[in-house]
């Protein structure tokens, strides 16, 4: 359900008397408004207004991205309700979970490069209200295990979300991931053969694990010369040390972010410290290496096509890594049109992170598709 009004029911209710007077002890309307707040108790209220001859109406209901359920997650309070679950016998995977009494489906979020479990920091609260959810630091990022030696892939994320989804959670799943967590949901997705997963979410997916996926847009072709040069450089050890400590201080990474992002108010310290901290463990360095410099992995175009599951696209228009006038950007753009099972949002001054961006926007557009996946 969604807050919607038309035009000349907006008008027909501006054009109403204020109700009568109430005691303050009673919850109070607002009047004159399609979308009313109950002042007393200072719940944000939803609504759908409509008309039926002279007389308007409007149905209300709650928005819970606003209420104090839906608050941040303190860094501490996360990583203090996560556990460790191992993979394939010998890789520590780190993860959290929040369980509901809910009959719906549980949600898995799954983040980007650099990121880690607490950059959902802003959508646990809200999820958590009507969903249990899960939340995994992939192999290499955040507290799970950053292996010597490990040759970083898609397929090996892919891989480890299927698993993690048969032996952790063992129920149908929605999955819910930004930049390459998206894409590795996606190959997730195109594998899972034992349905496994209910629906997925993209959030400004990735074109491949590294920006020599995308060999169709103008931009990378020019750069791809100097991107294959980058990668050269980095496999000589002390130049990679000295680019990985350059790149990971707190200022660089403030000004990086800071680029990506489209609300700048979002880029606060413990942002910063969510992409630093882990960035210290032993074994970064090498993660960051493998992963930059390794195969791209499978191309979503080709992937997009074999997934029937509800999708829902949501697209912030200010991203710089994967523009929306870009070729991943335009074929996802393009999606709906070819495809019933897919749905997409544009999300106005929003970048590349659109959860920890503007999570609201992402709330009133997640929270719906949700109710309905869950009531098919």
């Known amino acids: 359900m969604t807050a919607t009004a038309l035009p000349d029911v907006v008008a027909c209710l501006r054009s109403l008397h204020s109700p009568p007077r109430t005691s303050a002890k009673e919850p109070r ?80 979020l799954v983040h ?24 995994i630091d992939l192999l290499g990022f955040g507290d799970s295990d950053k292996p010597q030696g490990f040759s970083y892939c898609m397929e090996a994320w892919a891989e480890l979300i299927l ?8 129920k149908p799943t929605v999955l819910i991931g930004n930049s390459v967590g998206s894409l590795a949901c996606v190959i997730a997705a195109s594998e899972s053969s034992q349905n496994m997963v209910r629906g997925i979410v993209l959030l400004n997916c990735a074109g491949g694990m590294n920006n020599k996926a995308v060999v169709d847009d103008w931009r990378i072709k020019l750069l791809l010369p100097l991107l294959l040069l980058f990668d050269f450089l980095l496999k000589q050890r002390p130049i990679a040390e000295a680019v990985f400590e350059r790149a990971k201080q707190r200022d660089n990474l403030r000004n990086i972010l800071l680029s990506v992002y489209g609300n700048k108010e979002s880029v606060d310290d413990e942002l910063v410290e969510i992409i630093n901290g882990p960035a210290n463990d032993e074994g970064a360095l090498d993660a960051f290496v493998s992963i930059i410099t390794g195969p791209p992995g499978p ?19 200010q991203d710089p890594f994967t523009p929306i006038d870009g070729p991943v950007g335009k074929y996802f753009s393009s999606l709906p049109l070819k495809s019933s099972n897919v749905s997409l949002h544009m999300l106005e001054g929003v970048g590349h992170c659109p959860h920890d961006d503007k999570p609201d926007l992402v709330h009133q557009k997640l929270l719906p598709w949700l109710a309905q996946v869950t009531a098919l």
């Open 29 to 108: 309307l607002k009047g004159g408004l399609a979308f009313p707040q109950l002042h007393n108790n200072k719940l944000h209220i939803l609504g759908r207004g409509y008309g039926i001859g002279n007389r308007c109406f409007t149905t209300c209901y709650r928005d819970p991205s606003t209420e104090s359920g839906g608050s941040v997650l303190g860094v501490s309070r996360i990583k203090g309700n996560c556990s460790k679950w191992q993979w394939k016998g010998q890789y520590s995977i780190n993860y959290f979970v929040s369980s509901s009494s809910s009959s719906n489906p549980p949600l898995l």
């Open 112 to 135: 980007g490069f650099g990121a880690s479990i607490p950059h959902w920091r802003r959508n646990i609260g809200t999820l958590a209200q009507d969903y249990t959810v899960y939340a």
């Open 163 to 170: 698993d993690f989804l048969n032996e952790v959670v063992q």
């Open 299 to 317: 191309n979503p175009v080709q992937l997009m096509p074999i997934i029937n599951l509800p999708v829902l696209i949501l697209w912030g228009d």
